[in-house]
């Protein structure tokens, strides 16, 4: 690691100030992605901001058809959460499968979805569910906050403060993760609310999460895993890697999505 | 450089270090507690998992600055009189080590997870494992250990 200073402030509005203070500093949340980015010298920030010691980001609130996550909040937090488990169970079953049980005690929402990595569970969830997320500067609907690869909407000093995820009717999520590092090789999540019908991919794109519009027009006609058995997406555009082809990701967005479709009943 | 300070085995512990110093290296090398071991560093094999505030986490993959005020437990704490820690005394029943380079993170998050899951069984012990990696045994009996003790515990 290079070296940086390090502040961790207790406030918002301390973390704020030393944002724009400081030359070219990084947000640290539970740094599960930050610290081994650090570790392998890939970025240089020069301050440290270290949101994890303010409280106001750490809460799971259910009010009247939401649940509102704070941002600082631990992936093992809403995977155990009542209220998330009872509104929706689909989002707590995806934080649970994040990672290992050290990972998730560590690991928050909102560092999850501002790094957007495109094989993350998360960005999928916010995606389906048409999650709006609060910033120090605004509000952000998820369909507009995911840009592309590692890349948001967000700006240089921007905090996001917390999520708001509406009740689905029906949802759920259906990983097919790579063994060796958790992370989805592709992830689908499944949704019908008052949004209408979502199906959000992870761990396919090559610019990240997105939404298949077919599949959900095929299922706004019929709710049931024979509706998207024979959509197909195209190979191109998709990731390929060394655990797996554009093909065999596009032959698994499918599956995932059938099976997603049966347990979201 | 600037002094950190935090509980570690029920003594407070303090030291003046650079900000990218990891919580795995304050252990080791400022308090000399060597029990804790690096594997990868790299996040994925769990030999350093030591408990913060109760919690099993990678100390090579959190600052030491983070853990400002914390309560720090490493394999060294679990066994304060001498006598095994039930998890412990498991692992030597049912051979749940061979070289033992693993086994202090294997324990760490074994304690872990009988704190949080009172009825384990084997397939959630397996899951629950998923963050730590054995080179020499084969799983088995570090399954078979920690749910002996988990029985053993109740
Ligand atoms: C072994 C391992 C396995 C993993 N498996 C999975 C998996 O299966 N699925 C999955 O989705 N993820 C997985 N992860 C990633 C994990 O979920 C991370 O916790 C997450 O991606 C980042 O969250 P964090 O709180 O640790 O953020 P950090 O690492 O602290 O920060 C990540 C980025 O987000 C920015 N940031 C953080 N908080 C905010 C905020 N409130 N506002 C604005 N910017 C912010 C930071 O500046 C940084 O750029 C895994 C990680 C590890 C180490
Ligand atoms: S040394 Fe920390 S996870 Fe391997
Ligand atoms: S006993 Fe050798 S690595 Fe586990």
Redesign the interface.
């Known amino acids: 690691?290079?070296?940086?200073?390090?502040e961790?402030p207790k406030t918002l509005a301390d973390a704020e100030a030393l944002l724009a203070k400081s030359d070219d500093p990084k947000i640290?949340a539970g740094?599960?992605t930050l610290?081994?980015t650090?570790?392998q010298r890939l970025a240089m920030p020069s301050d440290?901001i270290?949101i994890?010691g303010i409280k106001d980001l750490d809460f799971i609130r259910a009010e009247g058809d939401a649940v509102m996550i704070g941002a600082a909040t631990r992936h093992?937090k809403v995977a155990q959460s009542a209220e998330v488990k009872k509104h929706n169970p689909a989002l707590a079953a995806l934080a649970a499968g994040i990672?290992?049980?050290?990972?998730r005690?560590?690991g928050t929402l909102g560092g999850s979805i501002a790094n957007n990595d495109p094989a993350a569970d998360y960005p999928a969830a916010c995606l389906a569910l048409d999650a709006k997320i609060h910033t120090t500067k605004r509000l952000i609907e998820a369909d507009e906050f995911f840009k592309g690869m590692f890349e948001t909407a967000l700006q240089d000093g921007e905090i996001i403060k917390e999520v708001t995820f509406p009740h689905p009717e029906k949802a759920a999520y259906m990983k097919f993760r790579n063994p060796?590092s958790?992370y989805a090789m592709v992830g689908v999540f499944v949704s019908k609310g008052p949004w209408g019908i979502r199906v959000a991919v992870t761990g396919a794109g090559q610019n990240g999460v997105f939404r298949v519009k077919e599949m959900e027009e095929a299922l706004a006609k019929n709710w049931s895993p024979d509706a998207v058995a024979n959509i197909k997406l195209p190979a191109k555009g998709l990731n390929a890697d060394l655990h797996g082809s554009a093909e065999y990701r596009a032959h698994l967005v499918t599956v995932m999505a059938k099976r997603a479709v049966a347990a979201a009943g | 450089m600037s002094v950190i300070s935090m509980t570690v085995n029920g003594k407070p512990a303090s030291a003046d270090i650079e900000a990218r110093t990891l919580l795995v290296q304050f252990i080791r090398e400022q308090l000399g507690l060597t029990g804790t071991h690096v594997g990868c560093d790299t996040s994925q094999c769990g030999a350093c998992v030591v408990h913060v505030d109760g919690r099993a986490v990678k100390s090579c993959t959190m600052l030491a600055a983070q853990a400002e005020g914390a309560e720090i437990l490493t394999i060294e704490g679990l066994a304060p009189n001498g006598e095994l820690h039930p998890v412990q005394a498991a692992f030597r029943e049912h051979h749940g080590l061979q070289c033992g380079f693993c086994t202090p993170g294997m324990i760490m998050t074994a304690v872990d997870m009988i704190r949080r899951i009172p009825d384990l069984d084997e397939e959630t012990v397996r899951e629950e494992l998923e963050g730590n990696i054995c080179r020499c045994t084969g799983y088995h009996n570090i399954v078979k250990a920690i749910l002996a003790a988990s029985q053993e515990m109740r």
């Open positions: 690691m290079y070296q940086f200073n390090y961790r640290l740094g599960q610290i081994p650090l570790k440290l270290d994890g093992a990672g290992d049980p050290a990972v005690h560590m060796a958790r």
